[in-house]
């Protein structure tokens, strides 16, 4: 029997929301309703049943207060790529680089699934704002779901309970999100999104990226066709500050694929030489990019947390996020040590005897799989960040002042690259390609096209998305600079060019510093790269040579490299604005007149 739903009995008189929450509970049939209204003792009801249910492990308390393990499916540990879908009218509006499916049939195979799912469950009800509260930016989604796991962890990314329903007030626009876990069936598992209906349905899978619905389903494919819509921008973006020891701040956007290094470079501490420096987090993931009444772009984090990859996160990579996880988060498919506390490849060099593997297992180092897994992941408030900016909430956002493109590569990308134009930035971003990683499923290591690293994440065609940009520059009268990054990159016996880490941060002031004029760049066929001399090395023990080599822009490497771009813009076909194959055909000509 479906518990009762009159309007009374929700917190809330919005009509709209109300029914939508009694067509799901009519369909799921859950056994108990629960409002989430976001209140500390509702986070301590909810971890108490997480517990008891086994779906939460508590760690050590007095190492890592409220914090908690979570292990998942071992079939369910990733986003499922395969399995996403778009589901539009018209299925040239998804595009070939996304899955398509036919809206009706998608929903009733789905409510087919979903029928009477949530029996002998919990269902919970979860309004979320995205975005800092009563910003232009904000945006508002409900999410059902039959997770207390996602429940808790929404209540960690989002601005979650009653300040959403009262900011949504009788207002019926809000992102429908359906989530429920079935029996975590991979042949019943799909994310589906209906930009049309601004709905997301998610059902088979509890892993954060597929479960989560306000994260990728919401901030990304269904937020990238609200903004081509209405005129803005959103984007897997990172968001940080950069302050000189003057007390300037300059802020700085950039794309990077999952797994590369994000996480790292929002929260980048300077090295011991940049005395005076500071860096402040925005946002690690994901921004929303508005034009501001004074030309420049504008920029807001619309979440609330973190959902970091946790293997290669250590005090040294991140001392950041490593004093940020303390306390109040939730670690998913880690490792625990026999004192109850966590471990992860890359945290330290001596993994302690009598660990648990992700699964429960023991665990030694003579295992032939990793302790944790390569995916695994820590969920936290942005409040616990050290290096949080002052504005992180700030409802009018930030300035950008530079977007920044990166990815992992082992050749042919030099170590920072600067475009000659917004249209050229363009252009780098649309061509931009990365090696896989863990944070999807599939092989890892091979190198595949990933613009703007959004090609998992647009909500639509991705000729139409790079069309978007291009159009963007009408609007934006001082546009930001465009550079791309290049941390990976490696010598002939694998080794790695650069340091990473704190280290980027001489490549940020280099950046600055162009930002300014202070500096010149060198022009090459691709872009301008920095003269060594302009490089601020000071302290760091790099020679001259490997520097050049960092720098260096191979034609033969680059031939190759515009070939599969070539390939990747085929692919997109008729709606590959012209501009971009144009750029293609001239870089193409410029290379072979330098020797490729």
């Avoid at 991979?186 to 994310?191: D, M, Y």
């Avoid at 330290?348 to 990793?370: R, T, Y």
């Avoid at 990166?406 to 931009?432: D, I, K, N, Q, Y």
């Avoid at 001259?544 to 034609?555: F, V």
Wanted: net charge neutral; hydrophobic share 40%; aromatic share 8%.
């Amino acid at each position: 029997m479906t518990p009762n739903l009159d309007a009374d009995s929700a917190p809330t008189q919005n009509r709209a929301l109300t029914e939508w929450v009694a067509e799901i509970a009519n369909l799921t049939s859950p056994d108990k309703i629960l409002w989430c209204d976001g209140s500390e003792a509702e986070r301590a009801r909810l971890t108490e049943i997480a517990i008891a249910s086994g779906t939460l492990l508590p760690l050590n308390q007095k190492k890592r207060p409220n914090s908690y393990l979570h292990r998942s499916n071992p079939n369910d540990v990733a986003r499922t790529e395969q399995l996403t879908f778009i589901c539009s009218p018209n299925k040239n509006d998804s595009g070939p680089t996304n899955n398509w499916a036919d809206p009706a049939e998608t929903y009733a195979r789905l409510r087919g699934w979903l029928k009477g799912s949530m029996r002998g469950r919990t269902m919970y009800v979860v309004p979320y704002v995205m975005g800092p509260l009563g910003s232009r930016f904000a945006k508002i989604g409900v999410e059902i779901t039959d997770s207390v796991y996602v429940a808790l962890s929404m209540r960690i990314m989002t601005r979650m309970g009653r300040a959403a329903l009262e900011m949504l007030g009788g207002n019926g626009d809000f992102c429908r999100g359906v989530h429920c876990t079935l029996d975590l069936n991979p042949e019943r598992r799909l994310i589906c999104h209906f930009p049309q209906d601004n709905a997301i349905w998610s059902v088979g899978s509890g892993y954060g990226g597929n479960a989560l619905l306000s994260k990728k389903c919401f901030a990304l494919r269904i937020a990238s066709v609200q903004g081509r819509r209405e005129g803005w921008l959103a984007e897997h973006m990172l968001i940080l500050g950069i302050q000189n020891p003057k007390g300037e701040t300059t802020y700085i956007a950039a794309a990077f694929p999952s797994a590369c290094g994000k996480t790292n470079l929002a929260m980048l501490t300077p090295p011991p030489a940049f005395a005076g420096w500071k860096v402040f987090t925005i946002g690690d993931d994901i921004a929303w990019m508005r034009v501001g009444e004074d030309g420049r772009l504008w920029a807001v984090n619309p979440e609330n947390g973190y959902f970091g990859v946790a293997p290669g996160t250590s005090a040294h990579s991140n001392p950041n996020a490593m004093k940020m996880l303390e306390h109040d988060s939730i670690f998913t498919n880690v490792a625990m040590t026999p004192d109850g506390d966590v471990w992860w490849e890359g945290l330290d060099d001596h993994p302690p005897d009598g660990l648990l593997d992700w699964q429960g297992h023991p665990w030694n180092q003579n295992s032939k799989d990793k302790a944790a897994h390569p995916n695994s992941r820590f969920t936290t408030p942005m409040t616990n960040n050290p290096a949080l900016s002052p504005h992180a909430n700030d409802p009018r956002g930030v300035p950008i002042s530079a977007i920044i493109f990166g990815g992992r590569r082992a050749t042919t990308m030099p170590l920072v690259l600067e475009s000659e134009s917004w249209s050229h930035g363009v252009f780098m971003g649309a061509t931009m390609g990365s090696e896989t990683t863990a944070a999807a499923s599939g092989a890892v290591g091979v190198v595949r096209r990933d613009p703007m690293a959004m090609l998992p994440f647009c909500g639509y065609n991705m000729g139409d998305y790079f069309g978007h940009w291009l159009t963007m520059e009408k609007s934006i009268k001082r546009p930001p600079k465009i550079f791309m990054v290049n941390w990976f990159r490696k010598d002939r016996d694998g080794n790695f060019l650069w340091p990473g880490f704190g280290d980027n941060l001489r490549v940020l002031k280099w950046i600055l510093d162009r930002i300014e004029g202070r500096v010149s760049s060198e022009k090459t066929p691709v872009g301008g790269v920095p003269k060594i001399s302009d490089l601020d090395i000071r302290g760091l023990e790099i020679s001259a040579d490997q520097l050049r080599e960092d720098l260096a822009i191979k034609p033969a490497e680059w031939e190759t490299e515009m070939n599969s771009a070539a390939e990747f813009f085929d692919k997109i076909g008729p709606t590959m604005p012209k501009l971009l194959r144009e750029k293609h055909q001239h870089l193409v000509a410029s290379l072979a007149a330098n020797g490729a």
